[in-house]
C-alpha cells in the first residue's frame, strides 16, 4: 500500500522556535508537496520539490523554508514559528506526467499550534 | 495565472438527493488535468475523480460524476443520490504541467462544506 507519512500528527510549539515538519514517501516519487489548510481559504501551496535538492516557491512561502537531501524525504521548516502559522499542513507526493487519476498522494496531516 | 475558485462555501442536501458542487478554473494551459477531493472531518484526502483536458467524455466513478464544460472552464462536480456519509468538505483542484512538465504542481479550491440532512 503506497504511504506518505507526516513524522507529527499533533505539535504545540513557542512562538520563537524552530519547527521541523518531516514528510516521508515510499513510492520513488519525483514530486512532493506542502500545503497549508485554513478555514475559508482551502488549501495553499507554500513549497514544491521536483528533485531532490530542488524546489520551487508555491502561493505563500514567506516564513518557510524546504528541505530535500534525499528523494522520500520532504522537510518544512519554520525558522522562527509565529502564531499566524497555527494550521494544519498536508504533504503530498506524486509522480510527474502522464496525468491520469489517483497519482497524487497525501499524508494525514500535521496540525500544528503556535503559542 | 492558474487559479481554482469554488463559490458554495456550505450547502445542504437532503439524503438520496443529487447535489452539484461548483467549480471554475482559469489557466493558460492546453493540457491540465481537473481533480475533485473529499475531506472528511478526520482531515484524510480521498480522492473521488479526475478530468483530462483532453478527455471527450465527462468522467464518472460510482455516484461521482464530472459536468466537464471546456469552453466555459468548469468542471462541477455531481453526486448523485447522497449519503449520509457524503457529510464532509470537498475540494477542486487543477494539475498543470510546469516547464518541461517537470513540475505538475497542483493548486486548489477554497472547499465546499457539504452537509446531507436525513
Redesign the interface.
Given at each position: 500500500d503506497v504511504k506518505v507519512t507526516q513524522s507529527s500528527r499533533y505539535l504545540v510549539k513557542r512562538t520563537g522556535e524552530k519547527v521541523f515538519l518531516e514528510c516521508v514517501q515510499d513510492m520513488d516519487h519525483e514530486n512532493m508537496f506542502w500545503y497549508r489548510q485554513d478555514p475559508g481559504l482551502g488549501l495553499r501551496l507554500i513549497y514544491f520539490s521536483y528533485d531532490v535538492k530542488m524546489k520551487e516557491k508555491g502561493d505563500i512561502p514567506e516564513g518557510y523554508s524546504v528541505s530535500r537531501e534525499k528523494k522520500e524525504r520532504f522537510s518544512l521548516i519554520l525558522e522562527s514559528a509565529s502564531t499566524n502559522q497555527t494550521s494544519m499542513y498536508l504533504c503530498a507526493s506524486s509522480s510527474p506526467g502522464p496525468y491520469s487519476g489517483n497519482t497524487i498522494y497525501f499524508g494525514e496531516g500535521s496540525w500544528l499550534t503556535v503559542v | 495565472a492558474q487559479k481554482i475558485t469554488?463559490t458554495q462555501?456550505g450547502m445542504f442536501v437532503q439524503e438520496k438527493e443529487a447535489v452539484t458542487l461548483d467549480c471554475t478554473y482559469d489557466t493558460s494551459d492546453q493540457?491540465?488535468?481537473l481533480?475533485w477531493y473529499k475531506q472528511p472531518s478526520s482531515?484524510?484526502?480521498i480522492?473521488l475523480?479526475?478530468q483530462?483536458s483532453y478527455d471527450e467524455q465527462n468522467a464518472t466513478e460510482g455516484r461521482y460524476s464530472l459536468n466537464f464544460q471546456k469552453a466555459r472552464k468548469s468542471a462541477n462536480l455531481v453526486i448523485s443520490a447522497s449519503q449520509l456519509g457524503d457529510s464532509a468538505m470537498y475540494?477542486c483542484?487543477m494539475?498543470e504541467?510546469?516547464r518541461g512538465?517537470?513540475?505538475?504542481?497542483?493548486?486548489?479550491?477554497?472547499?465546499t462544506l457539504l452537509a446531507v440532512q436525513p
Open positions: - | 469554488q462555501p493540457s491540465y488535468g481533480f482531515g484524510e484526502m480522492f475523480i479526475y483530462g475540494f483542484a494539475r504541467a510546469g512538465g517537470a513540475t505538475n504542481k497542483l493548486i486548489f479550491g477554497t472547499g
